[in-house]
């Protein structure tokens, strides 16, 4: 984190000022958190998804023999079902050379991001995403499994240096992404000459009326939907040369309760305005509605690459539930049962569902000695920026969160999720919100790496609704016995390879 790249305004520095935001409301939507006010929405797509080839996804297999990277094992993605479109054949890709990169991207792939080969996503997709006729592509990529550097490298490979405009554009749910999106893309994009820019809400102390600022130049830009839209509005960000257009977290950005409507008029206005921009949707989920609507907006022939839900769990992660009979009990688990394992475990995440919890569970965490830090939507943008900060940098060790950083949010060191409160649906507290699940416990085990993933269970409500997600996933996750005893407790830590 934190490396100087080109002209990137990234986390550390001060993004672009953007418009006051009023103060952010009690949570209705996911993540906690209201970035910006979605506005009405767009016309629906009419036309049908072409009908798809199969592709043989036994020849997209990666060669074993041909493993560098012997020591992380990658995320199980044998299961991942390529759909291709009209008859471009794809060969998957062993290395990165074979992709045909420029010099300057493949140093920053090796020096910077010190990456050896293609992760099975990357092989599989980059082949789709970089050779001509630049298809649009639909893909699902298990948590961790590489998925930003996929349309990373397709946004820094179709910009052309000689066109100072925005020509790649990509957009995500939170600022805590857009932000780290751009860090990796300054990163791998270091020796290229790219500039890129945030388009994030910004602080009332950085306001800068929007008529007031200059016209994008920055040739890609990663922000949220809403201030994206609200540039494009402006006119202050030209999409006229804007070839590729990503969402990050695609299933989220473009569903019901989501960023649907400012999506879709982002993308509208930018098929308007621009002949042929090639659109990348990427999510480790994609629910059956969701993947429904995305195959009809989609509306060119696209390729396609899905994993079934039951693969989905990461092998490398261990999941266990434990059943305790109080709120203090939780309290008395983690700090008793997990902490006293200390640096050991790395650095770990809890999730919890409200921000009442969030501050109710870091007060009792404090008051018992620990060093924690607690972010949610409620607070201000540059203390949120400043939290992420210091746990990316190894500053603080536990992070207490609401789903705000449930998706995406990539920190290799995180070998330890707890789920202080189960994720449940927003308009059902009975059902629980799997997909929300998932996403949490992506946030250890990042490329393969080893992970733990405690569920704490507090009466018959959390049981049923722990249980819902055991067979929305078809896997039965791991009791810790006696949520009193410590010998069962390093057990489960050891068994997922922790101690
Ligand atoms: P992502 O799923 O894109 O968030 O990536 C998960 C983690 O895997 C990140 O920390 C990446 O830096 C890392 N990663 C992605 N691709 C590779 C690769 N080809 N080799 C090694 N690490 C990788």
């Known amino acids: 984190m934190g490396d100087s790249t080109t002209s ?176 990796v893309l300054g990163k791998m994009g270091k020796y290229t000459g790219i500039t890129s820019e945030c388009a994030i809400p910004m602080d009332s102390t950085n306001h800068i009326p929007i008529n007031k600022r200059p016209p994008v130049t920055a040739q890609v830009v990663i922000g949220t939907p809403g201030t994206i839209k609200k540039w494009m509005s402006a006119k202050k960000l030209s999409v006229i040369h804007v070839k590729i257009l990503v969402f990050d977290e695609a299933d989220h950005m473009l569903a019901e309760d989501g960023f649907k409507d400012d999506s879709l008029r982002i993308m509208r206005d930018i098929e308007r305005m621009s002949s042929h921009c090639q659109v990348l949707l990427f999510s480790a989920t994609f629910n059956e509605t969701v993947k429904n609507f ?86 201000k943008q540059e203390d949120r920026d400043k939290i992420v900060k210091e746990f990316k940098d190894g500053l603080t060790q536990v992070l207490i969160s609401t789903d705000l950083l449930a998706r995406g949010f990539d920190q290799q060191q995180v070998n330890l999720v707890i789920n202080y409160d189960l994720p449940v649906k927003h308009d059902n507290r009975t059902e629980p919100d799997c997909e929300v699940y998932l996403h949490r416990i992506g946030r250890a085990g990042r490329f393969g790496r080893k992970g733990a993933v405690f569920n704490l269970l507090c009466g018959d409500m959390d049981q049923m609704i722990m249980s819902k997600i055991e067979n929305h996933f078809g896997t039965k996750v791991a009791e810790v016995h006696d949520w009193r005893n410590e010998e069962d407790f390093k057990a489960a830590l050891k068994a997922a390879g922790l101690l």
Not at 96 to 123: C, D, H, N, R, T
Not at 294 to 301: A, G, Y
Not at 329 to 341: C, G, L, T
């Open 294 to 379: 995305v195959s009809k907006i989609v509306k060119r022939d696209h390729n396609q690459l899905f994993v079934k839900k039951e693969e989905l769990s990461l092998e490398s992660v261990k999941q266990y539930k434990v059943n305790v009979p109080d709120e203090l009990s939780k309290v008395m688990v983690i700090k008793e049962r997990i902490f006293e394992f200390g640096e050991r475990l790395g650095q770990t995440i809890i999730f919890v569902r409200t921000r009442n919890s969030a501050s109710t569970l870091h007060k009792s965490l404090v008051e018992l000695g620990y060093d924690v830090t607690t972010i949610q939507g409620a607070l």
């Open 8 to 183: 990137t305004t990234a986390a550390g520095q001060a993004p672009r000022p953007q418009e006051t935001k009023k103060a952010t409301v009690a949570p209705t939507r996911w993540a906690d958190l209201e970035d910006e006010a979605p506005e009405e929405s767009s016309a629906s797509s009419t036309s049908e998804a072409k009908a798809a080839l199969e592709l043989d996804v036994e020849n997209l297999a990666i060669d074993e023999n041909k493993k560098i990277n012997k020591f992380l094992d990658e995320p199980e993605d044998s299961n991942i079902k390529a759909v291709t479109s009209g008859d471009t054949p794809y060969t998957s890709a062993f290395t990165f050379e074979e992709l045909k990169l420029s010099p300057e991207l493949l140093k920053g792939l090796y020096v910077e991001m010190k990456f050896e080969k293609p992760s099975k996503i990357q092989a599989i997709s980059l082949p789709m995403i970089l050779n001509p006729p630049f298809m649009d592509l639909i893909a699902q990529a298990h948590n961790g499994s590489g998925k930003t550097t996929c349309f990373t490298l397709g946004m820094l490979s179709r910009v052309d240096p000689n066109i100072k405009a925005p020509q790649a554009l990509c957009i995500c749910p939170t600022r805590e992404l857009a932000i780290q999106n751009l860090e």
